[in-house]
């Protein structure tokens, strides 16, 4: 890496809240990359996409910088400024999304890692055979955007074993059309599809209430962190010895605290999203500053975190 290609951006809505800020210099002192730098970039939620193409412009101009992590705006940079990636790869292109931005030379790549990630992330607290143990269980998703997509794409893809169903909610029907142009692709995958297009407590509580044993929910809204509040009310009933995954790892998160709630009465498991925060911010800062992801690198990436 040369001086003038050092810093890395951070395409998020509130960045300074990020514990990424903090982190950043112990994570690259981990994977043994020297002298790189954070800057966040505040991106607004919605409305117009010129600020979000402005960003990626100034990215790809700017010999500075190297590349940058995007959380929120994964499927909008791609609707914004898609004609600005030189290359994505297959998975961004599968995805319509990008969470990665890098640089090989002059050209500027997208890669969409959620996938993968996703689903190391799932395994950490499920275990590789939860879904063939538990064969009548299934995934409600609240959310429809890129982390709903992330977590279809792997299923559909990756996965060695699959949900007997994946049901998406979802307030905002341009996601929707996109959660189910992706799963249409695999429409032999075995696993039924349902897509539900709201915002309504009562309806997420009554989606919650018809759920199976073991079943696994999750908070992919970004409600709890970007935005106030908890998809499901204050009423809901999880499944009996299922598992809530709330994806945000910081902020209010009452879902997380509606989950702990209720976890010894119905014996859940209980996940925030912390791990998979590291899998994302690891993954991209390997392809960020070209450096190999390996099992000993993250394992110090982790130790780095914990301290």
Not at 46 to 54: F, M, S
Not at 153 to 176: C, G, S, W
Not at 200 to 225: F, I, Q, R
Not at 269 to 278: A, H, M
Request: charged letters at 20%; aromatic letters at 10%; glycine letters at 10%.
């Amino acid at each position: 890496m040369t001086p003038d290609m050092q810093v890395m951006e951070f395409f998020g809505v509130h960045t300074g809240g990020s514990f990424a800020m903090k982190l950043f210099s112990a994570w690259s002192a981990a994977l043994g990359i020297e002298g790189a730098s954070l800057r966040g970039v505040d991106l607004p939620l919605g409305g117009a996409l010129d600020q979000h193409r402005e960003a990626v412009l100034r990215l790809k101009q700017d010999s500075a910088t190297r590349g940058a992590l995007v959380t929120s705006h994964k499927l909008t940079v791609v609707r914004a400024a898609g004609d600005l990636i030189d290359h994505l790869t297959p998975e961004a292109r599968f995805c319509g999304e990008v969470s990665a931005l890098y640089k090989r030379g002059p050209a500027l790549l997208g890669h969409a890692c959620d996938p993968a990630n996703c689903g190391r992330a799932m395994m950490h607290f499920l275990g590789q055979d939860w879904w063939q143990t538990h064969p009548q269980a299934g995934i409600l998703s609240f959310g429809g955007g890129g982390a709903t997509v992330a977590l279809l794409m792997y299923l559909l893809t990756q996965a060695r074993h699959r949900p007997r169903f994946v049901q998406v909610v979802e307030k905002r029907m341009d996601n929707l059309d996109h959660c189910k142009s992706v799963a249409e692709r695999f429409c032999d995958s075995g696993m039924r599809l349902r897509f539900v297009h709201s915002s309504d407590a009562d309806v997420c509580d009554k989606l919650v209430a018809e759920l199976p044993a073991y079943s696994l929910v999750v908070n992919a809204t970004g409600m709890g962190k970007d935005v106030p509040g908890s998809p499901v009310s204050g009423k809901v009933a999880f499944p009996d010895n299922g598992a809530v995954w709330e994806l945000n790892y910081r902020g209010e998160r009452p879902f997380l605290y509606q989950a702990r709630g209720q976890a010894a009465l119905r014996n859940l498991i209980v996940e925030d999203g912390w791990q998979y925060f590291l899998y994302g911010w690891a993954s991209v800062m390997s392809l960020v500053y070209d450096v190999p992801l390996t099992e000993a690198r993250f394992a110090a990436f982790v130790r780095a975190s914990a301290a």
